[in-house]
């Protein structure tokens, strides 16, 4: 399986060049990622699967009259590959002919071939089967304005808006090797009404130098915020 010819839509992306350092327990950083590797292609890896329907959130009117979202149900069988994604353009390129049929999986299943099926019955679509490199890799930052405080909206906006904030909390974000993809979810509205102009939710994809440590890199992104 590759990344189909069926464009589902074509999104916004923001791609810049450089591989970020991981962030400490400080404002300055100790595992700082090494020149060469800021000059040369790494060997990033992620997973790209297909169900053989739909898989997106659904959006209907409630009986309030608001938009609700909901996510696709479990899908029993899906074909998966290994992809080596190790910049940007690449990941962007990618993002780009996705499918309603695909989703992402951001780590790789070790000892099983490039391609390679998953079922309910045998290999699962959970963290025993999927395992994040000791190594270059990508990490999610999640941005969504639903139930976000309006002190917070306040400060986002102090700082220039979401992506000026999250450099502000993660200066090595600047100029780093990252993916900016729009929420599934942003810009929808009822018909008849005038779609929304502001962001209000976006996946950040940010290539760092060990994604094993992705957790600890968002716990102290969360502490400096």
Same mark, same amino acid.
């Given at each position: 399986?590759?990344?189909?010819?069926? @464009?589902?839509?074509?999104?916004?992306?923001?791609?810049?060049?450089? @591989?970020?350092?991981?962030?400490?327990?400080?404002?300055?950083?100790?595992?700082?990622?090494?020149?060469?590797?800021?000059?040369?292609?790494? +060997?990033?890896?992620?997973?790209?699967?297909?169900?053989?329907?739909?898989?997106?959130?659904?959006?209907?009117?409630?009986?309030?009259?608001?938009?609700?979202?909901?996510?696709?149900?479990?899908?029993?069988?899906?074909?998966?590959?290994?992809?080596?994604?190790?910049?940007? &353009?690449?990941?962007?390129?990618?993002?780009?002919?996705? =499918?309603?049929?695909?989703?992402?999986?951001?780590?790789?299943?070790? *000892?099983?071939?490039?391609?390679?099926?998953?079922?309910?019955?045998?290999?699962?679509?959970?963290?025993?089967?999927?395992?994040?490199?000791?190594?270059?890799?990508?990490?999610?930052?999640?941005?969504?304005?639903?139930?976000? $405080? $309006?002190? @917070?909206?306040?400060?986002?906006?102090?700082? *220039?808006? $979401?992506?000026?904030?999250?450099?502000?909390?993660?200066?090595?974000?600047?100029?780093?090797?990252?993916?900016?993809? $729009?929420?599934? =979810? *942003? *810009?929808?509205?009822?018909?008849?009404?005038?779609?929304?102009?502001? &962001?209000?939710?976006?996946?950040?994809?940010? +290539?760092?130098?060990?994604? =094993?440590? =992705?957790?600890?890199? +968002?716990?102290?992104?969360?502490?400096?915020?």
């Amino acid at each position: 399986m590759t990344p189909g010819s069926h @464009v589902h839509r074509t999104p916004r992306f923001a791609a810049q060049s450089e @591989v970020p350092e991981m962030p400490n327990r400080t404002n300055s950083t100790s595992d700082a990622t090494s020149q060469a590797e800021k000059n040369n292609p790494t +060997l990033a890896k992620l997973t790209v699967m297909e169900a053989n329907s739909f898989v997106g959130k659904r959006f209907r009117i409630g009986a309030d009259g608001q938009i609700e979202k909901a996510a696709a149900g479990n899908h029993s069988e899906w074909a998966a590959v290994h992809l080596t994604v190790s910049t940007a &353009i690449e990941f962007a390129q990618y993002l780009e002919v996705f =499918s309603p049929e695909m989703a992402l999986v951001l780590g790789t299943a070790p *000892g099983l071939p490039e391609y390679f099926s998953l079922t309910w019955n045998g290999i699962k679509r959970t963290r025993e089967t999927f395992h994040l490199a000791n190594g270059p890799g990508w990490l999610l930052l999640d941005y969504d304005t639903d139930q976000m $405080p $309006p002190s @917070v909206m306040q400060r986002i906006d102090e700082l *220039g808006g $979401p992506v000026a904030a999250m450099e502000h909390v993660w200066p090595e974000l600047k100029g780093a090797c990252r993916v900016l993809k $729009p929420s599934s =979810s *942003g *810009g929808v509205h009822k018909t008849g009404e005038e779609a929304p102009t502001d &962001i209000n939710g976006f996946h950040l994809y940010v +290539l760092v130098s060990d994604q =094993s440590k =992705s957790k600890e890199i +968002l716990e102290i992104l969360q502490r400096r915020a």
